[in-house]
């Protein structure tokens, strides 16, 4: 793929997990960055590992921090092309104690925030009669969850509702709309959310890759990448409104490994 004509945002792209990734994929097929995050020197840092990438501080959960990183975006490379809806927390907690401030922080972040940048994305487009591509992050607890995860997961079923609704409304402009749902990504980050239910998070990660899997393999954050690239191409331009699991084949499995395994024994 050849994605030289492309000037990509990617929020929360300042990380690691998800976002590295993703620059990661798309720098390697071409694209121009434009690299978003909340803490202004990492994504200072991050754009600084691809050829002409530029960094935006903003906090995206602020209707007038994101209206002013549009400027800044206007003035440094004019219209964009790209958007990938990488920035988001996680929350692993029973939904009955939850706090009002957690529920807040998440829902700001994860579904806000996604509808409120590419609102943004999208207007800059419409007025300068451009066409483009926006790739939200979602996460296979949209597609199935366990406890612990309630309101994680219904904010995740909120992006995918979203862009799927963004992508009738937009394809008179010609403007895509679509979502990735990762599963369990090879990321340090997890580890934090594997304690709150198991004790030995490693073996954990082992056992989910090895029996929760159809392909037993790690899924790092590139393989995310990957899919966002392909989703931002011209290869992709009959899809729309779609969901792609990177997953292993964790969404199609009936039953796990090690319970056929026990069965058939």
């Known amino acids: 793929m050849n994605l030289k004509d492309l000037r990509v945002l990617v929020t929360g792209g300042g990380g690691t997990g998800i976002g590295g990734g993703v620059c990661e994929a798309l720098a390697s097929f071409g694209a121009t960055l434009i690299i978003n995050d909340l803490d202004p020197e990492k994504a200072k840092s991050a754009a600084e590992k691809y050829p002409g990438a530029i960094s935006v501080g903003a906090d995206i959960s602020k209707r007038g921090e994101v209206a002013a990183m549009f400027e800044e ?9 790209g958007l990938v809806n990488n920035a ?14 957690e529920f807040d922080k998440l829902y700001n972040i994860d579904i806000r925030a996604v509808w ?17 591509n926006i790739v939200n992050i979602s996460s296979v607890h949209a597609f199935a969850t366990h406890a612990r995860y309630a309101l994680y997961c219904s904010v995740k079923s909120a992006v995918e509702g979203l862009t799927k609704g963004m992508a009738c409304e937009l394809g008179q402009y010609n403007i895509r709309c679509n979502a990735i749902g990762p599963g369990l990504v090879k990321a340090e980050q997890n580890y934090d959310l594997i304690k709150t239910w198991a004790d030995d998070p490693v073996q954990w990660e082992i056992d989910y890759v090895n029996y929760q899997q159809v392909i037993p393999k790690n899924i790092y954050p590139v393989d995310c990448g990957n899919t966002v690239a392909f989703l ?4 992709s331009a009959a899809i729309t409104g779609q969901t792609i699991y990177v997953d292993a084949g964790t969404t199609v499995m009936l039953f796990n490994s090690d319970f056929i395994e026990r069965s058939s024994s």
């Open 232 to 235: 931002l191409s011209d290869y």
């Open 73 to 81: 975006i206007k003035e440094k490379t004019g219209v964009i092309n």
């Open 116 to 132: 409120q940048v590419s609102k943004f994305f999208v207007r800059q487009l419409i007025d300068n009669r451009s066409t483009g």
């Open 88 to 101: 988001g927390v996680g929350l692993s907690r029973l939904s009955y104690e939850v706090s009002d401030e």
